[in-house]
């Protein structure tokens, strides 16, 4: 699907500005301007290609209006919000670049998701859109891989499920041929969700958790869910959203919502339900069952919150009529982008689940541990956790006694050692010093204790790391694999 420069002043209602090479051909080169096709939607000038549509979305650091000049290097098209006099001040220079088509618009995101909602037009695909505070991503790469067993399926690639990502990713919808798109919708402020709707427009949604996830900015985890379902805001009579049945606050939505709603879990209850549920130190499985229908799943990722996500792509390809065979055997070989596990060079276990983290996100790396099968010790490495607002030190202090308290089957303490890291972990240290069965210990950096891990870890231990992202403990796990 081929756009131009025309297309998108038409479409964004923007006003084109430029700067011709040679005053006495005005009217050819605006001719050949309009015509300028446009291949793909960048709004990092790191990452402009010949044909690419530039926006300029300032940033909280940054104004990539500054950048205009080296990106009419690159291409000649190029959406700017500020006018011709801001722009030339901000970018240090006397004249616009010459033959480059400026789409001025009032604010360049909003251009951007008209843009991305008019690609979203022309697909005549089913739209799954995946939302939720906790496993977001892997659900989405869960229901991608299981529908795609059965059927051609898009997906949203990487973290793209933003105000930004989302439209960028729709823009690519119409790149190869597919019956089914899948697309990860996240939210951090009011109103966010309803943006998102109108450029997604899903057939189905998904909801995975409501938990506290940017509770900084929605107030409570009632106004998270409020935000959450809003997913459904561009839905009409034939549309669907699936539930968390395992989530009271989800469960309770059931007979509250405009749309036809399911709910899974591991609730009896639920329209879905996994049953006969066996958690293994190299894999999971359960059955799958839906009226008369029961299959066998088998899972490389672990964990319950895992056998929910794989259980709600599985309703996803029911309800979709799809082989069910087949997208439980796609399961089997599904290793997701957030939690890798493998083995250290001295033979522990490291599960790497330390991409992001909230205290929901947290209480499920520790239940992995629990239902780890190991001869050695559980360890857990946990930091700080962003984005809680004023109640943080609580929800630290939450996790840690959710840690003290986490007990097996036999009644057995779970953790062995708990090491925490940061500022706001010191919460969780000293609530779970409570039981003095698990050794704690607290670090400020993580060179400290990526040393001390590397001192004390040994064959057959098993250790996890959990904490936000921007705490950077990939750099421990480099360190000590």
Known sequence: MKLTVNDILGITKGELLYNPADPENVDRIKEVLLSYEIKDIQYDSRKVTENSLFVAIPGES?????????????????????????????????????????????????????????????????????????????????????????????????????????????????????????????????????????????????????????????????????????????????????????????????????????????NPEADFVAENIEYNSDHNSYTYVHDDKRVAVKLSMLGKHNILNSLVAMAVCDYMGLDLDKAAKSLEDFHGLRQKTFKSDKGFTIIDDSYNASPDSMKAALNVLKDFKVNGRKIAVLGDMFELGPDSPEYHKEVGAYAADLKTDDGATVLDELITIGDNSTEIHKAASLNQDIKTSHFDNKEDAAEYLSSILKADDVVTFKASNGMKFWEIVDKIK
């Not at 529908?147 to 399926?153: D, E, V, Y």
């Open 62 to 266: 940054v104004d990539p209006h500054k950048f205009i000049a080296s990106v009419a290097e690159k291409t000649k098209a190029v959406i700017v919000e500020k006018n011709e006099k801001d722009m030339l001040s901000i970018a240090g220079i006397s004249e616009l670049p010459q033959n480059c088509a400026f789409i001025k618009v009032n604010d360049s995101l909003e251009a951007l998701q008209a843009v991305g909602a008019y690609y979203r037009d022309f697909y005549e695909g089913t739209v799954v859109g995946v939302t939720g505070s906790v496993g977001k991503t892997t659900t989405r790469e869960m229901i991608t891989q299981t529908i795609a067993s059965n059927i051609p399926t898009f997906s949203t690639t990487g973290n793209m499920n933003s105000q930004i990502g989302v439209p960028i990713t729709i823009s690519k919808i119409h790149d190869t041929p597919s019956k089914a798109a899948v697309i990860e919708m996240g939210i951090s402020e009011p109103g966010g969700m309803d943006k998102l709707a109108r450029i997604v427009r899903p057939n189905i949604a998904v909801v995975t958790i409501i938990g506290q996830a940017h509770i900084e900015f929605l107030g409570s985890k009632e106004g998270i869910r409020k935000e959450k379902l809003r997913i459904t805001s561009q839905m009409d009579d034939s549309g669907v959203i699936f539930l968390n049945a395992d989530d009271p606050l989800l469960l309770e939505m059931k007979d509250k919502i405009d749309v036809k709603t399911y709910t899974y879990g591991t």
